[in-house]
């Protein structure tokens, strides 16, 4: 009867589930709310061919957080070097290399940490985390394009496409992806897949970062624009180290589970 | 309240028994049906259970472990245990809300 109830199954799914499902079912007597249960878990079976491959797909998402958490954390402090570095040198002409160097990396690890974060949030809420991760994502691949085309030309004052200077292109990226650093945070916390917290300095930070930018560009005398610049410094910076530090404990507490089974 | 696990339809409430069966640490697919049946005093048809586990393994919610004899362990991942207290709390809002309207204090 158990072999003739597991055949009504797809071959594909017995392959997968077959030698537990008969050790389950060799544990109880068959009544008749069993047997139609296993038909209609065999029809299904046979409609959807769920869980096939499965583990690798589970295996992909605890892939994306840890690395999304890794890049989190990394992109912080680069922010925060590169923050400060710009902070000390003051808007000047001849900015150190080391500042350069710096955004690119923060820039890079940015868009990886909202590309593996965003996959781990899709889970539970997949529009509304794809939407707050396009903003944030086309900021940086914007930035990324504009550092390269300063790398090739060598020059502030060459023109891309539009009359629109690289310098000028790359800081539109940079205000793109930092103001969209906070609609992420807002969409985290919304679906509280990471630290509340954290995804609250992360919005705050962003949204400070923008206010001193706006401030080092004249707009505000230069005691007042120092607030916002030192809060940015700070805020935006942990608010990316704190949502990595989320994600790796989270996954961390997974894998603690694991070993607490097989021990 | 916003009451689902994404997109697992008449599943859903099966797959949020089996995440809660599975949150104190791994089980395998007997334990399952014998602990939901003692928490809920219904029974888990076997049909049912793997229908969900297959939708829950899918999504990444839960995580097959090695074979022991012929029994398979699964336990929550990371996503799972995001997502089953994420549901466990629209639920005790919920709860809450239902409570509080009929002019009783939860607990």
């Known amino acids: ?263 | 309240m916003n009451p689902r696990i994404p997109e697992l339809g008449r599943f859903a409430e099966p797959a949020l028994l089996i995440l809660v069966s599975l949150s104190d640490g791994p089980k395998h697919g007997y334990a399952i049906m014998a602990d939901v049946e003692a928490g809920t005093g219904r029974p888990l048809g076997p049909g049912t259970l793997y229908a969900a586990l297959a939708r829950l393994e899918e999504r990444g919610f839960i995580e097959a472990l090695a074979p022991v004899d012929r029994r398979r362990p699964y336990r929550l991942t990371a996503v799972g245990a995001t997502i089953l207290a994420e549901q466990l709390r629209e639920l005790s809002e919920f709860v809450e809300l239902g409570l509080r309207r009929l002019g009783r204090t939860p607990g």
């Open chain 1, 1 to 263: 009867m158990t072999s003739l109830l597991i055949r009504c199954y797809p071959a594909r799914w017995r392959d997968r589930y077959g030698e537990e499902f008969a050790a389950v079912l060799a544990e109880r007597t068959l009544g008749p709310f069993d047997v139609a249960d296993i038909v209609l878990g065999a029809l299904d079976a046979h409609l959807h061919l769920r869980g096939l491959g499965a583990a690798s797909h589970g295996k992909g998402f605890a892939m994306s957080l840890r690395i999304g958490g890794y890049a989190a954390i990394l992109g912080g402090l680069l922010w925060l070097v590169a923050l400060a570095g710009n902070a000390i040198n003051n808007g000047g002409e001849s900015p150190s290399p080391l500042l350069g160097y710096s955004i690119v990396g923060a820039t890079v690890m940015t868009l990886v940490a909202l590309m593996g974060l965003s996959a781990f949030q899709a889970r539970s809420h997949p529009a509304l985390t794809w939407a707050a991760f396009a903003i944030p994502a086309l900021g940086a691949v914007v930035g990324l394009i504009a550092y390269a085309a300063i790398v090739v030309t060598g020059d502030s004052d060459t023109t891309l496409i539009g009359g629109v200077s690289p310098w000028m292109l790359g800081s539109i990226g940079l205000l793109t992806m930092v103001l969209g650093s906070s609609l992420f945070a807002v969409a985290t916390w919304r679906t509280r897949s990471l630290s509340r917290t954290a995804s609250g300095l992360l919005a705050v930070g962003a949204v400070l970062v923008v206010a001193a930018l706006v401030g080092a560009s004249g707009a505000l005398p230069s005691p007042v624009v120092m607030i916002p610049v030192i809060a940015a410094l700070v805020a935006f910076p942990a608010g990316w180290i704190a949502l990595g530090v989320s994600a790796l404990r989270i996954d961390r507490a997974g894998a603690t589970h694991l070993e607490g089974a097989l021990s």
